[in-house]
């Protein structure tokens, strides 16, 4: 190969500078040439695309967000898009291209791949941890931790007032931000969009519980499981209880990545390089048990992932 492109694509996550600076530094490496694309599948299609050198990915393995930038492209969805893409792609004689981003990003790879026959190979970026076939997505940990500090610290003021604070994470589809958190801080009740739940059942054991001397309760709510603010509104009702309602929102999706998303999304970012290079396509790269694992890319974008139940078991042990 001449050259590859690298872009991040969709919702931003901590760690995708250390996978695309990985990508860079491998294939730098290796002599062949790298170009950037800029806010992802939208740049592609204006030929937002620039040829990067090591110093172009150096201090950014601490920094948060993309320094290629990520937007979303309507446009990309068409046959049309999908075209003038691949021509700003060619035109810069690029013959391979890795995608960091979620399942819609690499929906996009997997079209273009069909269409074009362009080696892709994918990087599973998404605070949601949802992509089929990876224990883990770039930007998860860090996302975790951060809503895990919120959790404490809600905990110290819930205590306080004798409160219920119910906390919303993000997870439209997918329960593992609000799963993992929940249990790790210790909530009473955790709310996902994979699992029912009986809000009337739920109101009388918070107000039994309060009556048997309890000072607060934590609430996680994925944002897919229902709207939190409504909830609030309810269990005060129903419970007489003083309620109140946190929507972390997208403080999420910032801060430094940690020491896990640093190592893995560099890991798989160099996995990647080294695959495109070696004529490999059509694969993600993830992680089995601590393990870097290839995936099919058209079976990770056509197959959900569904949220560990021995998860869902633990917080209902654990509550």
Not at 64 to 79: H, I, N, V, W
Not at 249 to 273: C, F, N
Request: some cysteine.
């Amino acid at each position: 190969m001449e050259a590859i492109a690298v872009m991040t694509s969709g919702g931003d996550s901590p760690g995708m500078n250390a996978a695309a600076r990985a990508v860079v530094r491998t294939a730098l490496y290796e002599g062949v040439n790298v170009y950037g694309i800029h806010n992802g599948y939208k740049g592609m299609i204006k030929g937002d695309i620039q040829k990067l050198d090591s110093r172009s990915v150096s201090d950014l393995i601490q920094r948060g967000g993309t320094f290629l930038g990520t937007a979303r492209s309507k446009e990309f969805q068409t046959p049309e898009g999908r075209q003038k893409a691949f021509n700003n792609l060619k035109e810069h004689n690029i013959d391979g291209l890795v995608i960091i981003g979620g399942d819609g990003s690499l929906r996009g790879g997997a079209a273009m791949s069909m269409e074009f026959g362009i080696p892709i190979v994918g990087l599973p970026g998404t605070i949601d941890n949802d992509v089929w076939g990876t224990d883990y997505t770039i930007g998860a940990d860090t996302a975790a931790n951060t809503i895990l500090e919120a959790i404490n610290k809600l905990r110290d003021t819930a205590s306080a007032h004798r409160r219920i604070i119910a906390v919303e994470v993000m997870g439209r589809k997918s329960g593992w931000l609000a799963m993992t958190t929940g249990i790790a801080g210790g909530a009473e009740y955790i709310l996902v969009p994979e699992v029912k739940f009986d809000l009337d059942e739920m109101c009388h054991e918070l107000r039994e519980s309060y009556d048997r001397g309890k000072r607060y309760s934590i609430i996680v709510v994925a944002e897919g499981a229902c709207d939190a603010i409504g909830l609030g509104t309810v269990v005060e009702e129903k419970t007489g209880i003083d309620t109140r309602v946190s929507v972390l929102g997208y403080i999420q999706r910032g801060g430094s990545p940690t020491v896990e998303d640093r190592m893995k999304a560099s890991m798989i970012g160099e996995k990647a390089a080294l695959a495109l290079l070696s004529g490999v396509t059509n694969k993600v790269y993830g992680f089995d048990s601590g393990k870097v694992v290839a995936i099919d890319l058209f079976d990770a974008v056509n197959n959900k992932k569904t949220l560990d139940p021995e998860l869902v078991r633990l917080a209902r042990v654990l509550a």
